[in-house]
């Protein structure tokens, strides 16, 4: 019974902010990597950040430098804290977990909109 509760999405100016959080059970949250991708309309998902289980980060070039993935094993929660925002930033939000072996075990929440406007 894996869940991926995801939450703070919504609509903001150009330049604002938005934190979201995604809250997981039925997994052993510690052991998987923690991502979070998007996907606007008529577009291909892509891969926005990343967190490993000891903590390491990797972002999409487009994101550097305004968004930051954090993670509470505590509370198995991973959360995208999203700066400067942009129009071009505009798009369904999800959270995904991997694990297992050979990350064969991925999980998805259901997706949380996020809108920009200029």
């Known amino acids: 019974q894996v869940q991926l509760v995801e939450s703070g999405g919504g609509s903001v100016q150009a330049g604002g902010s938005l934190r979201l959080s995604c809250v997981a059970s039925g997994f052993t949250f510690s052991t998987y990597a923690m991502n979070w991708y998007r996907q606007a309309p008529g577009k291909e998902r892509e891969l926005v950040a990343l967190?490993?289980?000891?903590?390491?980060?990797n972002y999409a070039d487009s994101v550097k430098g305004r968004f930051t993935i954090s993670r509470d094993n505590g509370k198995s929660t991973v959360y995208l804290q999203m700066n400067s925002l942009k129009p071009e930033d505009t798009a369904v939000y999800y959270c995904n977990a991997r694990g297992g072996f050979g990350w064969s075990q991925m999980y998805w929440g259901q997706g949380t909109q996020v809108t920009v406007s200029s």
């Open positions: 967190i490993f289980r000891d903590g390491s980060t």
